[in-house]
């Protein structure tokens, strides 16, 4: 038995390889029977007289009694708040479902209810310098953040952006904008003033506030002439807060550059004596705004409101990753994904909550699990991409750090591979819970979700998310089993977006999720359930592989490839029906790889084919393989499939994608450069490897 109470397994994956479903971990009896969805399905017979024998049924119950379930959720976690009369769903029609019609709330009043000495955040830079935040303190700063934001005339409904780093000042100057009622909006620094400007301006902030830079893998970036850049296209601006990071100047830096408005940030924090104070707002009312990626067209500001982010973090934070106020919760992020907003959430049930600002692997590949060491993380939260690349060096962090205390390693981003499951048991602990999810920014939330009580097997995610109706669906509107389809949601989830910004008759936002299947949410991904509920995402559907008439998703091509030791990355489209000159040269199924050893030889590419042929089918095989430098990335760790498909088929880069979207644009770069071509034979890949 593991020192966290679990039972690992036999070991039957051993190594890289893997075949998907191979059961890797299951909790043992104690760790179940401390779990908060265990506490809460007990909760449920006593209080509620609603009996449920295990996990799958507390699922079904969860979507086919939603009234009943999110008003439990409501009392379960004990929310801050005027409840209201009515139901729970007043109106279950989508889009334009109505949530608690009676309730008042507000998010910041529920993520700051602890009270004490104890550490509420941990903010560390890259350099090492740390900003550790007690319960009562932090308290302290949001009021007087919120008092200076009063000041400058902020009411709710205003908008207050941020282009800011993951720091204690970021957790600080939102909780405050939701404390007052007002809307939320946030990007990483280091994205361009052109990408910075598409999506602040659609919003138009009343205050925003400015770092004057930021530090990636040790070197200092200056963001003032991007701010000032930025300001100008934002007409109702009346007030810059600057942030010091790089220089003690930063405000005469940010003077100097026209800034309008402007104070500092210990200005904005003059009132000492302010009291904490929460404005309670409709259950709907717009808490934040997201974006979508900027990938495919100009980014969607997506709207959440208090009320459905509060139930649904909540619900997923305490039943889905069992967090609670004895944990050290990070997530790598930016203040630029939704995983930022996920972390913070992690007040909500009393965690304390690790900032990290800095590259993912700076300044070594290991550092986020150096970091659970040092900060003794029980929940640590990246991306399937760094996983699998930590897997791709062959680190080992089990043996390089004291991991005792990690009880759950969380995924996101892309898909995790049945091999990357397999290297999480092998090499970094066999008593931890792997809990990989699946949902977006769209949603601000997981879709699919395993629990802590549900075995974990390998390229497996345990269950749908409780209170979501997510299924397969084919082509006509059929539900799927043990089939892909297209990944959806039948009934309303309360953190389904309350809107798009600047969309009043709901037009955009219908096209977007409800065009396909009417009164049903589309998501965008390729999924399959198994017959017990479990899932395995396949990659985008709008990234398919139409291989001789059968859809195939990316997914499991790149767990495959990228599970041999000579294969670091990869990623695939199909040009065979393209009108650009690759459709024309018949480029057909194209796999891009990124090689341990420069240098892609007949032997490695007829390693690719035999495993693909074996372990996938013929239908996987890929026309050409051709060696690249790198992956082009979204700053989330996507792979960015649909812009580098249009890219191939003739598009101009303008037309596809904002380089500023792109965390590595060099890489799509040399992509651009190589379609002017006639051909990607293998004889073009000096271009891609540069």
């Known amino acids: 038995m593991a020192a966290d109470g679990t039972t690992p397994l036999p070991e039957t994956a051993g190594g890289r390889h893997v075949r998907p479903g191979t059961p890797l971990w299951q909790p043992s009896p104690e760790r179940a029977s401390q779990a908060a969805v265990t506490h809460y399905r007990s909760w449920l017979a006593q209080e509620r007289g609603v009996a449920l024998d295990d996990d799958p049924a507390l699922w079904r119950w969860s979507v086919s009694e939603p009234d009943g379930f999110w008003e439990s959720i409501w009392d379960f976690c004990a929310v801050e708040g005027e409840r209201g009369p009515g139901p729970a769903l007043a109106d ?75 720091t204690v000042y970021a957790a600080v100057a939102m909780l405050a904008t939701a404390s007052i009622g007002a809307v939320w909006s946030s990007c990483a620094p280091e994205l361009g003033p052109t990408a910075l400007a598409s999506r602040f301006a659609q919003v138009a902030p009343k205050v925003l506030f400015g770092v004057d830079g930021y530090s990636h893998r040790g070197r200092a970036y200056n963001t003032i002439e991007a701010l000032a850049t930025v300001a100008a296209d934002l007409p109702g601006l009346a007030a810059t807060v600057i942030v010091p990071y790089l220089s003690a100047d930063a405000f005469t830096q940010a003077q100097e550059a026209g800034l309008p408005g402007l104070l500092t940030w210990d200005e904005l924090m003059a009132d000492d004596a302010a009291e904490p104070t929460f404005t309670r707002v409709p259950f709907d009312a717009p808490l934040w705004i997201l974006y979508s990626s900027g990938t495919t067209g100009p980014p969607k500001a997506i709207v959440h409101g208090h009320g459905g982010i509060l139930l649904e973090h909540l619900k997923t934070l305490a039943l889905h990753l ?80 004291d991991l005792s205390l990690l009880r759950t390693i969380g995924s996101t981003g892309s898909p995790l591979s049945a091999s990357g ?55 006509g509107g059929a539900p799927l089993v043990d089939q892909v389809g297209e990944l959806v949601v039948t009934a309303p989830m309360p953190s389904m977006p309350v809107s798009f910004w600047d ?188």
């Open 421 to 475: 499951y397999a290297w999480v048991y092998d090499a970094v602990s066999p008593d931890v819970l792997l809990s990989s999810i699946s949902g977006g920014t769209d949603v601000c939330t997981a879709l699919l979700a395993g629990l802590p009580t549900l075995p974990v097997r390998a390229g497996e995610i345990g269950s749908r998310a409780l209170g979501c109706a997510a299924a397969a669906f084919d082509p």
């Open 92 to 166: 279950a029609t989508l889009p334009g479902a109505v949530w608690f019609p009676g309730a008042r709330v507000n998010y910041a009043e529920n993520a700051l209810t602890r009270r004490g000495p104890a550490p509420a955040v941990i903010g560390v830079r890259e350099d090492g310098a740390t900003a550790v935040v007690s319960w009562d303190e932090l308290r302290r700063q949001v009021a007087r953040a919120a008092a200076g934001l009063r000041a400058l005339g902020v009411t709710a409904g205003d908008r207050v952006c941020a282009v800011l780093p993951n």
């Open 503 to 690: 969309d009043p008759d709901g037009t955009r936002l219908r096209e977007a999720y409800y065009s396909t299947y009417p009164g049903v949410w589309r998501h965008g991904d390729w999924v399959r359930f198994t017959a017990d509920g479990a899932a395995v995402v396949e990659g985008r559907s709008d990234a398919t592989l139409n291989r001789h008439g059968v859809r195939i998703g990316t997914a499991e091509l790149y767990g495959v490839v990228e599970a041999l030791p000579e294969v670091l990355d990869s990623i695939a489209v199909d040009v065979s029906d393209a009108a650009g000159p690759l459709g024309a040269a018949g480029g057909g199924l194209l796999l891009f790889v990124v090689l341990a050893e420069a240098g892609l030889t007949e032997q490695t590419a007829h390693r690719i084919r035999t495993a693909l042929r074996s372990e996938l089918s013929p239908r996987h095989v890929p026309d050409q393989i051709i060696e690249i430098a790198a992956v082009p990335r979204t700053h989330s760790g996507k792979k960015l499939e649909v812009p580098l498909r249009r890219l191939l088929a003739g598009a101009e880069l303008a037309d596809v994608v904002s380089l500023d979207a792109v965390a590595n644009p060099q890489a799509l770069l040399a992509f651009a450069a190589a379609a002017q071509t006639s051909s990607m034979a293998q004889t073009t890949k000096p271009d891609l490897r540069r």
């Open 322 to 401: 069992d967090l609670g106020p004895d944990d050290r919760f990070c997530w790598f992020t930016t203040t630029g994904w939704m995983m930022w907003n996920f972390l913070l959430s992690g007040l909500l049930v009393g965690a304390t909550v690790v900032l990290y600002d800095g590259a993912p692997g700076y300044p070594t590949l290991g550092t986020q699990f150096g970091l659970a060491e040092a900060l003794e993380l029980t929940v640590l939260g990246t991306s399937a991409a760094y996983l699998h690349a930590c897997r791709n060096a062959g680190l080992v962090p089990g043996d390089d750090n």
